[in-house]
T-cell receptor, first 111, second 115 residues
Framework: DGGITQSPKYLFRKEGQNVTLSCEQN?????MYWYRQDPGQGLRLIYY???????QKGDIAEGYSVSREKKESFPLTVTSAQKNPTAFYLC??????????FGSGTRLTVV | AQSVSQHNHHVILSEAASLELGCNYS??????LFWYVQYPGQHLQLLLK??????LVKGIKGFEAEFIKSKFSFNLRKPSVQWSDTAEYFC?????????????FGTGTKLQVIP
């Protein structure tokens, strides 16, 4: 079945550590997105990429970094510069303007 | 700047009651509108979408939404809710640039349906 796979499902980070969240899709979609979901704040866009080797900052990019070396993969690194990283992170992709396909998410907790 | 407002943060209904969730958007230009649903423990999934044409759009599971351009609104409706409709609902808006779009989401409405 085609879809988006996010891993891990749960991730714990110590203060000062960088962690990388994985997002892989086998839908042959060109565009991929990272959103952060916090209670009462909806989904906020972190980064997005419309083609390989190119990506743009979203509304809350500070403290995050991404890469897009392959069409199928769009990993997100949460750096130590992100002051409040505890959140639910969602990856999405699309081939057109008709709506996103979402992954199941990664819940990141700072310990 | 593009924005989406959802007025109801938490709605509690009894089964068979009618549902209307409010959504207003702000966008300069032609806009595409969406409602997504997140059932407990499941992926976000597309409920319905509007691009052009008939302002009343029908989605999955008996949901519909009406685009009212003059009011910048895209409210979600269902005549009779079921317990299985318990979920969080997100309104979203994206520009019609013809290519891949950046979609802005509202803050979500949690719907609880009581049997």
């Amino acid at each position: 079945d085609g879809g988006i796979t996010q891993s891990p499902k749960y991730l714990f980070r110590k203060e000062g550590q960088n962690v990388t969240l994985s997002c892989e899709q086998n839908l042959n979609h060109d565009a991929m997105y990272w959103y952060r979901q916090d209670p009462g704040q909806g989904l906020r866009l972190i980064y997005y990429s419309q083609i390989v080797n190119d990506f743009q900052k979203g509304d809350i990019a500070e403290g995050y970094s991404v890469s897009r070396e392959k069409k199928e993969s769009f990993p997100l690194t949460v750096t130590s510069a992100q002051k409040n990283p505890t959140a639910f992170y969602l990856c999405a992709s699309t081939a057109n303007r008709y709506g996103y396909t979402f992954g199941s998410g990664t819940r990141l907790t700072v310990v | 700047a593009q924005s989406v407002s959802q007025h109801n943060h938490h709605v509690i209904l009894s089964e068979a009651a009618s549902l209307e969730l409010g959504c207003n958007y702000s966008y300069g230009g032609t806009v595409n509108l969406f409602w997504y649903v997140q059932y407990p423990g499941q992926h976000l999934q597309l409920l319905l979408k509007y691009f052009s044409g008939d302002p009343l759009v029908k989605g999955i599971k008996g949901f519909e939404a009406e685009f009212i351009k003059s009011k910048f609104s895209f409210n979600l409706r269902k005549p009779s809710v079921q317990w299985s409709d318990t979920a969080e609902y997100f309104c979203a808006a994206g520009g019609d640039s013809g290519g891949y779009q950046k979609v802005t989401f509202g803050t979500g409405t949690k719907l609880q349906v009581i049997p």
